[in-house]
């Protein structure tokens, strides 16, 4: 038995092979549980010399069965590891590395700006009330202003806001003139509902502009807007200033720049005339400054509005607003932020 029980343990080439022995020579209906069991037949003398026996090829096979066991679990070990060798010379493959959205690209790049002319970025709700997005900016109900801007309205008091000038009214209420003048833009997502199309967009970007202290004239204005545009498009680039209408300021203007495509001589991309619009701007009204607490004698200042989505399509020669917002990667790809 035990002879033949070695022979078979070294034969074992898997564990489930070895386990199969070991329950049959050892286990509960095996031949040397069967002789112990059987001890009690024997007479006093002989019982000792059979226990003992017994015992001891017990223990030779449990011992070989350890050892098969070791041997084994190196082998397969060694199967293992033969197996997953990593091949080193292989090309690794390029993980994939995302990238901030080209839009908010330009507006980070036109934050970095902002902040090193020392203006704060303050952020405001984009479900606004009638109150902030209308009333403060100078639109009561009855204004004819309320046309241009259609609205999503979600109940008589609450809208998607229309633009970011009721963050104008929100600063307005809260700066501490004691402390310094007020300077800050406020970049977010507007809603109106427009009509898509290549150039409009029914929720897009803007960077609403502020600046408020004793003494601030629109040349002030002309050379911040100037600063901004020669940043972003180069400083080849020229302004001009036309006038228009917003009620929130007074006096309005529309700002172009000279057009880059054609060096401001005129070509398709500026309609032939030399320039393209790019932001509303102009001196914070009286009312704004007084509905907010503000003295409008002692105090005064510009404010602007520009569409970083707009800026984007000039910058990067995007010919239709919806691509930013289609998340189709290959045209998102094409922006990369270098790092
Ligand atoms: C305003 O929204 C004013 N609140 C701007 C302003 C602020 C004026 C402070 C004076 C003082 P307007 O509706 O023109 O103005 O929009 C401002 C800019 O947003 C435009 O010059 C344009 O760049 C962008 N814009 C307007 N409508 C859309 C649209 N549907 N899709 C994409 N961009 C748009």
Same mark, same amino acid.
């Given at each position: 038995?035990?002879?033949?029980?070695?022979?078979?343990? %070294?034969?074992?080439?898997? %564990?489930?092979?070895?386990?199969?022995?070991? @329950?049959?020579?050892?286990? #509960?209906?095996?031949?040397?549980?069967?002789?112990?069991?059987g001890m009690k037949d024997l007479s006093a003398a002989e019982r000792p010399q059979v226990g003992e026996f017994a015992n001891k090829i017990k223990t030779e096979l449990a011992t070989a069965i350890d050892q098969q066991l070791q041997v084994l679990?190196?082998?397969?070990?060694? %199967?293992?590891?033969?197996?997953?060798?990593?091949?080193?010379?292989?090309?690794?493959?390029?993980?994939?590395?995302?990238?901030?959205?080209?839009?908010?690209?330009?507006?980070?790049?036109?934050? =970095?700006?902002?902040?090193?002319?020392?203006?704060?970025?303050?952020?405001?709700?984009?479900?606004?009330? =009638?109150?902030?997005?209308?009333?403060?900016?100078?639109?009561?109900?009855?204004?004819?202003?309320?046309?241009?801007? +259609?609205?999503? /309205?979600?109940?008589?008091?609450?809208?998607?806001?229309?633009?970011?000038?009721?963050?104008?009214?929100?600063?307005?209420?809260?700066? &501490?003139?004691?402390?310094?003048?007020? #300077?800050?833009?406020?970049?977010?997502? @507007?809603?109106?509902?427009?009509? =898509? &199309?290549?150039?409009?967009?029914?929720?897009?970007?803007?960077?609403?502009?502020?600046?408020? &202290?004793?003494? @601030?004239?629109?040349? +002030?204005? #002309?050379?911040?807007?100037?600063v901004v545009a020669r940043h972003v498009f180069g400083d080849e680039r020229e302004i001009r200033l036309r006038p228009s209408y917003f009620p929130f300021t007074e006096p309005s203007i529309e700002v172009d720049i000279s057009c880059f495509a054609?060096?401001?001589?005129?070509?398709? @991309?500026?309609?032939?005339?030399?320039?393209?619009?790019?932001?509303?701007?102009?001196?914070?009204?009286?009312?704004?400054?007084?509905?907010?607490?503000?003295?409008?004698?002692?105090?005064?200042?510009?404010?602007?509005?520009?569409?970083?989505?707009?800026?984007?399509?000039?910058? /990067?020669?995007?010919?239709?607003?919806?691509?930013?917002?289609?998340?189709?990667?290959?045209?998102?790809?094409?922006?990369?932020?270098?790092?």
């Amino acid at each position: 038995l035990k002879t033949k029980g070695l022979v078979d343990i %070294q034969a074992a080439d898997d %564990q489930r092979q070895l386990n199969e022995i070991r @329950v049959k020579l050892l286990g #509960k209906k095996g031949p040397l549980t069967e002789v112990l069991r059987g001890m009690k037949d024997l007479s006093a003398a002989e019982r000792p010399q059979v226990g003992e026996f017994a015992n001891k090829i017990k223990t030779e096979l449990a011992t070989a069965i350890d050892q098969q066991l070791q041997v084994l679990d190196q082998k397969s070990l060694q %199967q293992r590891l033969a197996h997953e060798t990593v091949d080193v010379t292989l090309p690794g493959r390029q993980a994939q590395v995302g990238t901030p959205h080209i839009l908010n690209q330009v507006i980070d790049d036109l934050e =970095d700006l902002f902040i090193g002319l020392g203006y704060e970025v303050i952020d405001g709700p984009e479900v606004e009330t =009638d109150h902030y997005n209308f009333e403060m900016m100078n639109i009561p109900k009855d204004h004819p202003a309320r046309d241009m801007q +259609d609205t999503f /309205y979600i109940t008589d008091e609450l809208l998607m806001r229309t633009h970011t000038s009721p963050n104008q009214a929100r600063t307005l209420e809260t700066h &501490d003139f004691s402390k310094g003048p007020l #300077k800050m833009i406020s970049p977010g997502r @507007v809603f109106r509902r427009d009509n =898509d &199309d290549a150039t409009h967009s029914h929720q897009f970007n803007q960077i609403e502009g502020l600046v408020i &202290d004793h003494h @601030v004239t629109m040349a +002030d204005l #002309k050379g911040t807007l100037e600063v901004v545009a020669r940043h972003v498009f180069g400083d080849e680039r020229e302004i001009r200033l036309r006038p228009s209408y917003f009620p929130f300021t007074e006096p309005s203007i529309e700002v172009d720049i000279s057009c880059f495509a054609c060096g401001g001589k005129g070509c398709s @991309v500026c309609k032939h005339t030399g320039w393209i619009e790019v932001l509303g701007a102009g001196m914070v009204h009286p009312n704004v400054l007084r509905g907010a607490g503000v003295d409008p004698v002692e105090f005064g200042g510009f404010a602007f509005g520009l569409g970083p989505d707009r800026f984007a399509m000039l910058k /990067y020669g995007v010919n239709d607003i919806r691509e930013f917002y289609q998340n189709d990667l290959r045209f998102l790809h094409q922006f990369q932020r270098e790092v």
